[in-house]
RNA sequence: GGAGAGGUGGGUGAGUGGCUUAAACCAACGGUUUGCUAAACCGUCGUACGGGGUCAACCUGUACCGAGAGUUCAAAUCUCUCCCUCUCCGCCA
């Protein structure tokens, strides 16, 4: 959430920023609570300052074993304002509360104004299209042949969207993982393993909740939530906690399944494994000084470019318009991979800047060296990368005429073997 | 799942209705002393939201002792509900 004295002290720009997201703009609704909430504090506070002197007040009276029943009727009369001013507070201060939750977080200047993924900007391209004499296979049909992926009997088991990996398809799925993680390390990501459930609390901390819930599992028996992204429980492990200066930046690496529920999503977008409910990712979690964050995100999205140019995958890097960017986000970059089966770009990474909106939320801080005051730290996370549409990549851009796929060399230590098929 | 114990500031931990603006110690930070380190001594040392200000490092009010509600002129302290942690037992990869 934004800081509400950010809100009141430049009400133009979150109205400019909101608009530029296209959201609704609640800014008056919200000035106008706090001004109420404000007046509100004030007369409560000089009543309660009152009813701290009195009773002291009668304290000493009664001690000294004097009378102190005009006080104490005058002290009830204080109770009885105290109790409805209060109550008016709590109410104002929740109708604010579930306001400002609603609010967006603003876009960076140099994020491009526009409405639709079509306003998005190609800021960057790597690699080539494989050259083949033949026309090349979707991947869905690429895998039912050589029989590592399942999707018939993955719907069996759960439903669509549930894919069953077999065999060199899921020995291919268990090197990305590790080959993910392992150039992680080298750049400095502590490896992480969360959990895979979390709790309301933690959902709420970086946005999922309470907008955004049905996009998770959830199990309400136990009030828990299935992690849709690494992201959930990982940027949760600092939450209300206060970091020294001198760790920043932090950064975290892990590797967990996600799961969505992907409600009302069809056709071309959910074939093969375009779209599931079920998928792995590594994902990459910053903790930063507010005063880099721009920087680091910047060098988080070159450590999910470097994957795809070991892999050798073709690429390209979308920087998001305003209004295509995701609630929480000052800045968002997409990792775009071509799919030589499908002919079209597919989201492999997405890399954010959150800014303080997440760290407000979750109260993460840090302490400057000199002492002062602790400040709210910048939360960054960007994919590196999901595996599903790498896998679809990797076997639609490296198949042979015979049907066959070659693993990029990069792969063989943790495949152990250099061709499918 | 059953039984018990307990949740107090960065940490340890005192505190059963008003003398607590939460003791004391440790850690941290600043200083004094010192050939260096250490020690000793002195000082500072919470957060949030208001108000005032020569708007910064200052003054002031209120709230916060797991969460919420209640009793009372007055609650860390009494009552109720809930949450969490630990120990033992049961179950179990």
């Not at 609390?201 to 136990?222: F, N, R």
């Not at 890399?351 to 303080?356: A, L, P």
Request: glycine fraction near 8%; aromatic fraction near 8%.
């Amino acid at each position: 959430m934004l800081d509400l004295k950010f809100i009141r002290e430049h009400p133009d720009l979150v109205r400019e920023g909101i608009g530029k997201k296209g959201e609704t703009d609640r800014v008056d609704e919200i000035l106008r609570l706090d001004g109420r909430r404000r007046e509100l504090l004030g007369s409560a506070d000089a009543l309660k300052n009152r009813r701290n002197t009195v009773s002291e007040e009668i304290g000493r009276l009664k001690k000294e074993k004097k009378d102190a029943t005009g006080p104490i009727s005058e002290m009830e009369k204080v109770k009885q304002s105290i109790k409805s001013l209060d109550e008016e507070l709590g109410d104002v201060g929740e109708k604010l509360n579930v306001l400002l939750f609603t609010v967006p977080n603003i876009p960076h200047p140099s994020v491009p104004e526009g409405r639709t993924p079509a306003d998005n900007v190609e800021i960057a391209s790597w690699g080539e299209e494989a050259v083949s004499d033949i026309e090349p296979k979707p991947h869905w049909d690429l895998a039912s042949k050589l029989d590592i992926i399942d999707f018939e009997r993955g719907v069996k088991i759960a439903g669509a969207g549930f894919p069953l990996y077999k065999g060199a398809g899921a020995r291919l799925q268990r090197a990305l993982i590790n080959f993910f993680l392992d150039e992680a390390a080298v750049r400095g990501y502590r490896e992480i393993q969360p959990p895979l459930m979390v709790n309301a609390v933690s959902a709420t901390g970086t946005g999922q909740l309470p907008d955004k819930e049905d996009l998770m599992y959830a199990i309400p028996k136990d009030e828990l939530f299935m992690v849709p992204t690494a992201e959930v429980p990982v940027t949760n492990i600092h939450r209300d906690e206060v970091l020294a200066e001198e760790d920043l930046p932090v950064k975290y690496s892990a590797y967990t399944p996600c799961f969505r529920r992907e409600a009302g999503s069809y056709g071309k977008d959910v074939r093969g494994l375009n779209r599931l409910h079920q998928f792995d990712k590594v994902e990459l979690v910053k903790i930063v000084h507010p005063g880099v964050s721009y920087s680091e995100l910047d060098s988080l999205r070159e450590d999910a470019e470097a994957l795809l140019k070991k892999l050798g995958l073709r690429y390209r890097v979308m920087l998001m318009c305003t209004g295509d960017m995701g609630f929480t986000q000052t800045k968002k970059y997409d990792l775009e991979v071509w799919s030589g089966g499908q002919k079209r770009w597919l989201e492999v990474s997405s890399v954010s800047n959150f800014e303080s909106f997440q760290a407000r939320r979750m109260n993460i801080r840090f302490k400057a060296r000199g002492g002062g005051k602790p400040e709210f730290v910048h939360t960054l996370n960007g994919s590196a990368l999901a595996l599903p549409r790498i896998v679809a990549a990797l076997l639609e851009h490296y198949q042979t005429p015979e049907g066959k796929v070659v693993i990029p060399k990069v792969l063989h230590r943790y495949t152990g073997f250099g061709l499918i098929g």
